[in-house]
């Protein structure tokens, strides 16, 4: 196994300016996924530290909102800068972290991004005067900022999330409280450092790793003025339930089983290799955006599921530190026997033909968390394997005779993330797309978050949005003023 070669950064607490440690919540031992071995040991966030960090953020608000727009624009340009300055750090961090290969590491780039984008937006707020019934009244449209903001960031890439809720949510004049999951929370700590760097008022952006209970009184908290959430269904259904108590408001970016639809004017070579990444490889299928569902026409299914077989069993598979690696492990042994699990279940229960993997990898990599690209075909897409999310290296493959079996097919699901449309035809492109019910939707591509562009789920794939302008809107609050003249 390849040594670790980079300092990992201080598992304490960032809490306003200190590095805190001896918190309420005990202590996390984290570790690397590769070789399940201790790499950290992170302190964890409890109550007591939440309401210090709320109470800090409160103040550094007050604070970031008595600077100048072009103070506070030129602030996050900073951090932006410093961003693109430690972009091998982060991918190295990123890899001991949650054991993404080094070759799919370099999260921080797409941060740094949103951070430009949304600090161009810092000295722009817009409002309106627009005219009443009642003579020469005026009447303002303003927008607010929340106060202080909590990011629940997911272990899978804590550093996109960083970029899609934290950005914004400073641009609109909020401080923030990040609590990154105890399972990856090397990177948000290390961005948390160089928030101080950058200039930005102490407690602007604390960072608490946490498991539930302290997730919880994030939530829960009454200086909490809005919630941005990232993970899985059921864990939203919590993390609304507790905002409820102060009807604070919640953006969630959830899961999803998204369906690549291929049809038969397809460029197979190209539509396998991107199935392939976009599937059981990228991040061993444990990212929300995994196509898990390929449905294929039937004329071309059997060329297709060759094709994909060949490119699944090409990604080079190993140790994440190695930079030919394109295959890793998943993020703990809870995962490898869920996956497993689901696995063997869908072979006892029929549904559908194991025609690769299913078994846990052994030999030189059988310390670390290793389960084999899995591919089931002829799936049904009512079993469990097609409807649930197994975020793991798992696929079903289905067939379809035609595009509008193929809509019926991608929408039967209570999911709608994302889809993948894979067509030579325009015509087919445009009404295929605005058929299938999901936020985004990516035409002869891989899924491709960039910071201009909204993301975000349909039915229970989420509620609101990150990115573009709709992901600034998400982080202020409208008010409306009305002063007699007349």
Known sequence: MIEIDIELPSGALLLGGDRVTGSSGGTHH????????????????????????????????????????????????????????????????????????????????LTERFFRFYAGYADKADGASTPVTGGFDLNLVEHDPYGVVGVIAPWNGALVVIGMAVA????????????????????????????????????????????????????????????????????????????????????????????????????????????????????????????????????????????????VERAPIGDPLRSDVLFGPVINQAAVERILASIESAVTAGSGDLVLGGKRIGGELASGFYVEPTVFADVDNRSPLAQQETFGPVVSVLRFRDDTEAVDLANDTRYGLNAFVHTTSLHRAHTVSRQLQAGSVWVNSRSDIQPQSPYGGYKHSGIGRSGGIEGLREFRQTKNIRIKVS
């Open 168 to 311: 914004p949510a400073l641009a609109a004049g909020n401080a923030v409280v990040v609590k990154p999951s105890e399972l990856a929370p090397l990177a948000a700590l290390r961005f948390g450092e160089l928030c101080l760097e950058a200039g930005l008022p102490a407690g602007l952006v604390n960072v608490l790793p946490a498991g539930a209970d302290g997730g919880e009184a994030l939530v829960r908290h009454p200086g909490v003025g809005k919630v941005h959430f990232t993970g899985g269904t059921a864990t939203a259904r919590r993390v609304l339930t507790a905002a409820a108590e102060n009807i604070t408001p919640v953006v969630a970016e959830l899961g999803g089983t998204a369906a690549a639809v291929i049809f038969d004017d397809a460029d197979l070579d190209a539509a396998a290799n991107l199935s392939a990444h976009q599937g059981p490889i990228m991040q061993a299928g444990q990212s929300c955006a995994c196509s898990s569902r390929i449905l294929v026409h039937d004329n071309v299914y059997d060329a297709f599921l060759d094709k994909f077989l060949a490119a």
């Open 30 to 109: 984290h570790v690397y996924p590769g070789t399940g071995r201790v790499n950290a040991v992170v302190e964890m966030a409890g109550a007591a530290e939440v309401d210090r960090a709320v109470e800090t953020a409160t103040r550094a608000q007050r604070r970031w909102m008595s600077y100048p727009p072009d103070r506070r624009r030129d602030m996050l340009f900073d951090l932006a800068d410093l961003l693109g300055e430690h972009h091998a750090e982060f991918a190295s961090i990123n890899t001991h972290d949650y054991g993404v290969p080094t070759s799919l590491a370099a999260t921080s780039v």
